[in-house]
């Protein structure tokens, strides 16, 4: 299982930024995945998880209606989509799969999950 995120970089805030996360040696919809972030000095944070089990989508309360998470299952990516970005926003941020989600309430990750390598986004004020 390989994840491979890019994507990240620098943008004014009120900006956006889309990440991809190539997935290799499984399909995506093998496993609940998601995206989960974390910023100099804070603890790693769930963004958004999709949730194999009943198809439900977690987005953290700090990115509702602001991120939007996707798939491409021919490509075998997952995409989020992040608008309207804020100074707060600015961390490395990583895909990950076989992680804990369901009914779209919370968005953990498992100690047998799968991570990628992170890309940083920064949103200057």
């Known amino acids: 299982v390989q994840l491979q995120a890019s994507g990240g970089g620098l943008v004014q805030a009120g900006g956006s930024l889309r990440l991809s996360c190539a997935a290799s040696?499984?399909?995506?919809?093998?496993?609940?995945i998601g995206w989960f972030r974390q910023a100099p000095g804070k603890e790693r944070e769930g963004v958004s998880c999709?949730?194999?089990?009943?198809?439900?989508?977690f987005y953290g309360d700090s990115v509702k209606a602001r991120f939007t998470m996707s798939r491409d299952i021919e490509k075998n990516t997952l995409y989020l989509q992040m608008n309207s970005l804020k100074p707060e926003d600015t961390a490395v941020y990583y895909c990950?799969?076989?992680?804990?989600?369901?009914?779209?309430?919370?968005?953990?990750?498992?100690?047998?999950?799968?991570w990628g390598q992170g890309t940083l986004v920064t949103v200057s004020s």
């Open positions: 999709i949730s194999k089990v009943d198809g439900s989508t």
């Open positions: 990950a799969a076989r992680v804990w989600t369901y009914g779209g309430i919370y968005c953990r990750p498992r100690p047998n999950s799968d």
């Open positions: 040696g499984f399909k995506l919809d093998d496993y609940s």
